[in-house]
């Protein structure tokens, strides 16, 4: 999608033309200004693992009648599954500062203009031109991103939404995510420009799938193994598969003993069930008449 805007002034070093301002799906791949990004040392994917996994850990473990003893078991398996969320956030992050040409934003809810979002209903994001709407409006809705990405060389803003899986959202949950992030996208410049004192040129949004399954860029969909070519940098995907190798590790590891605490459990148990000292239980009846102990 295009969003052609006027702006008065025009950051040094920007587009020839200060007349355009575009804003929507990320759609280019590779430029001429793409730095090589630097391996993650293991230190740096260490210390990411280890901040996550203490979270994980520390994961509340609440009484549940399905699952019984196993019940700390199921609850770190399901912190470890948010918290991988929030993983390949940070490694994305990491990887994002690591390169000169790009930084991050502080991430600050961001008014959604239900004008945009009614236009976006009614007219393909690729015919859409010449369109603004202001910052300063009320809204009773907003959007925070989960990262604004700046890239200094083309003075341009990426709005990054990180799905752990995809494949868990019905389509018409993804598409309500994406008129968001559009919608927030057609205001972003000047919000930027008013509350975070940068000025961009273009601002465009994505979503990304860290499960990376679902690619589907004309919709502004991507797999996290396409980070490089939507960062516009090099290295990033390695180190990101890196932080998660050692964070799998890691929970698998801490699955194995917990396991290995319950069968050490189990194993007791069976030892004095099948103890000569214990009693036998009753034979069940395979049929008969219906017996209540209240009623006989």
Not at 172 to 186: E, P, S, Y
Not at 218 to 231: K, N, P, T
Request: hydrophobic share 40%; aromatic share 6%.
């Amino acid at each position: 999608m295009r969003i052609d805007r006027w702006h008065p002034r025009r950051p040094e070093g920007a587009w020839p033309s200060s007349t355009k301002r575009l804003a929507g799906y990320r759609r280019q791949f590779r430029s001429p200004e793409a730095r090589p990004l630097q391996e993650a040392s293991e230190a740096d994917s260490d210390k990411l693992v280890d901040e996550v996994m203490k979270a994980a850990l520390a994961g509340e473990v609440r009484a549940d009648i399905t699952f019984g003893a196993y019940a700390s078991l199921f609850s770190f398996f399901r912190s470890a599954v948010m918290q991988e969320g929030r993983l390949v956030e940070m490694a994305i992050a990491q990887a994002i500062q690591r390169n000169d040409h790009l930084k991050l934003l502080p991430t600050k809810a961001m008014p959604i203009v239900a004008a945009a979002q009614e236009m976006l209903k009614r007219t393909p994001a690729d015919e859409i031109t010449g369109v603004r709407f202001p910052s300063r409006v009320h809204a009773a809705e907003t959007y925070k991103p989960d990262l604004v990405v700046v890239n200094r060389t083309r003075h341009s803003g990426l709005i990054l939404d990180i799905k752990r899986s995809l494949g868990s959202y019905r389509p018409q949950q993804i598409d309500r995510l994406r008129f968001r992030m559009l919608a927030v996208a057609a205001i972003a410049p000047e919000w930027i420009a008013e509350h975070q004192h940068t000025l961009l040129v273009a601002v465009e949004t994505a979503i990304v799938d860290a499960a990376d399954e679902v690619s589907d860029p004309a919709r502004g969909v991507f797999r996290l193994s396409e980070i490089d070519a939507l960062l516009e940098t090099e290295g990033a995907a390695d180190s990101i598969r890196q932080v998660r190798e050692v964070f799998s590790q890691r929970v698998q590891m801490e699955l194995a003993r917990r396991c290995g605490a319950f069968g050490a459990e189990g194993s007791g148990t069976d030892r004095m069930a099948s103890s000569p000292d214990s009693a036998a239980p009753e034979a069940p009846r395979r049929f008969g008449y219906a017996r209540r102990s209240n009623l006989h």
